[in-house]
């Protein structure tokens, strides 16, 4: 007998065996037996600029053809699997790759061979602001006080209550507002913004002007902290601090680079439609300050990078007949843009390296667009050729590149999609072993992201690829010469026993329990935490065992097996149930065993328990009243069966636990019933 709390803290629940009293439900959770994924023309009109502003050669954003693809709403695997790159990780490492690049050059050494020391200023004062910003990205990461909310706030409220007799510098000033900048806390954006008010207060006061006057770099840092704040307004208040600096007039307080990339950093991340033609408007501003010759201000990859970001989230224009326009198209026109300028004006600074490349691509395979998943691959082969033909490392492929690409085929619903994303695979491992790019090297998850594309396709043979798959990961893991490191994980099992349930082979729910099976015998046996069995694992074999088809007997068995993985997760040390573990196993109810007066028994101990859990979330809902039973629905809600209401109707420890837009299998957010 096992005595298990509510995380709700509201009551305790005795299992004795299963998880309910009713005799019936007892029955219906038996144990099972032992058997048991160019150049582009139509241009737009690009926003207008205000009077002190004018366009680049007038030149328009260039249009691309429309594309498409699928989103993926499978929360389950949606974290794992998802193909987004990691810009900053993405940024520190091409950083990394270009100072060891410069500094080998530097020594006069340049693949073991002596070079001659001659190398362009530009590139050394490039390699210095590197250097630095990697210094100080280490100093944030390694001081305690800049993470500290609580000594912040005492230190903010000492230095805005001062009026007289402060020994705070500006040095002090800056470092706060920086320590705002990176805090993630809430209110970091006012807090920066109060004490650089604070600034401009004491620098008005003659005693003090010369202590605390902000500078550029105060101004700089601030705009940073509001482009962090996810605000809605973040980019206009940005782009109003940006044009208080120009107001100003004086030379120590005009902007520079790093000001207009934080202000596109703003509107990079802000919800409005209007932020990427702004942030389009701020780049064509920067190359245009560059060309009448101010030395301070150039546009760079890093600021087209959140103008890509931008439009990636742009949606397209509202029009009476619908939406037209595409972001990831706008997103991919941002490289031919950046070619044009790094040959026409030679500024290097913009031309595309894989920072720039890797965002679009990841722009394409998070889209709506057709064909995305065909163009992010040419992209790719352009990224490929420019390598080979130049050797310049800043645009090689890696790893993570392959990976959104594999990953933009598992979401494009295209027929070849999960042979596209093999083949892939099949590329990148053949680069490795031949040493033609050994940054391309597959990992766990270029693994999965092809097995999550055998579970989309609807392929006959999808069972068969993703077993074979999934052995060929075991194998790898295992061979002698130990230069692969691609042992499967829980996600690569939740992912092939997906592909098992979404096909139409005999017999799902039992290969499934088995491949759950060899998964925990590997973790027993290994003690690998990624191998440590799961809520998705189970949610997944559950499942299973909801679409089996066939004869009694294969029903008979997926709810045997369905009873044990719910025992089993509710009883064990892999977690607890969650909305989609009761939601899929109401669904394993409602297909697998006939309706009668034992089926609402077995939904009524399975909805009560699901309420003490605090688990009553929309997909449990849902398959109530899917069944059809409405008095059933009516007697265990409260609420009528055909009427409208929100979770937030139902008692809160009924849905205390449940994940606010967490979406489910089916990919329907548990969001607010209709």
Not at 31 to 58: D, M
Not at 363 to 392: F, P, V
Request: with cysteine; aromatic share 6%; net charge negative.
């Amino acid at each position: 007998m096992v005595s298990t709390k509510s995380r709700c803290g509201r009551s305790t629940v005795i299992i004795a065996g299963a998880l309910f009293v009713s005799p019936l439900a007892i029955a219906a959770f038996r144990v099972p037996s032992s058997a048991a994924r160019p150049r582009l023309h139509p241009s737009v009109e690009s926003s207008n600029c205000n009077s002190r502003r004018r366009k680049y050669n007038n030149r328009p954003l260039v249009n691309a053809p429309v594309l498409s693809v699928s989103l993926d709403a499978d929360e389950q695997q949606q974290t794992s699997l998802s193909g987004n790159i990691n810009i900053h990780d993405a940024a520190n490492d091409i950083i990394s790759r270009a100072v060891e690049q410069q500094n080998s050059k530097a020594n006069g050494v340049v693949n073991g061979q002596s070079q001659p020391q001659s190398r362009p200023q530009q590139w050394q004062k490039k390699q210095h602001r590197y250097q630095k910003q990697r210094n100080i990205n280490n100093s944030r990461k390694n001081n305690k006080a800049m993470a500290d909310p609580e000594f912040l706030r005492k230190r903010t409220d000492a230095l805005l209550r001062k009026t007289e007799g402060s020994k705070a510098d500006k040095r002090t000033f800056d470092w706060l507002i920086d320590a705002w900048s990176y805090s993630s806390e809430e209110d970091a954006a006012d807090q920066a913004l109060s004490l650089l008010s604070r600034m401009e207060e004491l620098r008005d006061a003659d005693n003090t002007s010369a202590v605390v006057a902000p500078d550029v770099k105060s101004y700089t840092k601030v705009i940073n902290a509001v482009a962090r704040s996810a605000r809605a307004d973040a980019g206009e208040r940005a782009e109003e601090i940006l044009e208080r600096m120009i107001h100003f007039g004086d030379p120590e307080l005009r902007p520079n680079t790093f000001t207009y990339t934080y202000v596109i950093d703003a509107y990079a991340r802000s919800p409005s439609p209007k932020a990427p033609h702004a942030a389009q408007r701020l780049i064509e501003e920067m190359e245009r300050l560059r060309a009448e010759g101010d030395p301070e201000v150039r546009p760079t990859t890093r600021a087209w990078n959140s103008v890509i970001s931008a439009w990636a989230q742009w949606k397209g224009e509202e029009m009476a007949w619908g939406r037209i326009g595409s972001g990831a198209e706008r997103a991919q026109a941002c490289l031919d843009i950046m070619e044009e300028w790094a040959d026409a004006t030679g500024n290097e600074e913009v031309r595309p390296n894989s920072y720039n490349y890797n965002s679009v691509i990841s722009a394409l395979a998070h889209s709506q667009d057709e064909g995305a998943a065909s163009r992010a691959e040419k992209i790719l082969e352009r990224m490929e050729t420019l390598h080979r033909t130049t050797g310049d490392e800043k645009i090689k492929p890696r790893t993570a590149t392959y990976n959104a690409i594999i990953d933009a085929w598992a979401k494009s619903g295209e027929v070849d999609a999960a042979d596209r994303a093999e083949l892939l695979l099949a590329h990148m491992m053949e680069l490795y072993e031949t040493g033609h790019n050994a940054d391309a090297k597959p990992n766990v998850r270029s693994f999965n992201s092809v097995l999550n594309a055998w579970a989309k396709s609807g392929h006959p043979m999808a069972p068969e690829r993703a077993a074979e798959l999934l052995r060929r990961m075991e194998e790898l893991d295992g061979s002698s010469d130990g230069k692969w490191d691609v042992s499967p994980d829980a996600t690569s099992f939740a992912t092939a026993i997906n592909v098992y349930a979404r096909s139409h082979a005999f017999g799902k729910a039992k290969i499934a329990h088995e491949l759950f099976l060899h998964m925990k015998e590997l973790y027993d046996a290994s003690g690998k935490e990624d191998l440590r069995p799961n809520g998705v694992v189970y949610n997944s074999v559950l499942n299973a065992c909801a679409f089996s088809i066939g004869d009694l007997e294969e029903q008979s068995q997926a709810l045997d097996i369905a009873n044990a993985m719910l025992v089993g997760l509710d009883e064990g040390p892999y977690g607890r149930p969650d909305q989609v573990t009761y939601g899929t196993y109401l669904k394993v109810i409602n297909n697998q065993m006939p309706a009668g007066e034992a089926q609402d028994q077995v939904v009524e101990a399975v909805f009560r328990k699901c309420a003490k859990d605090g688990m009553v979330g929309e997909m449990v809902l849902r398959q109530l009243r899917e069944m059809g039973m409405e008095e059933v629905f009516e007697k265990l809600v409260g609420k009528s069966f055909w009427g409208e209401f929100n979770l937030s109707d139902l008692p809160r420890e009924w849905t205390c636990n449940v994940i606010e837009g967490k979406e489910c299998d089916d990919g329907n957010s548990a969001a607010d019933l209709n």
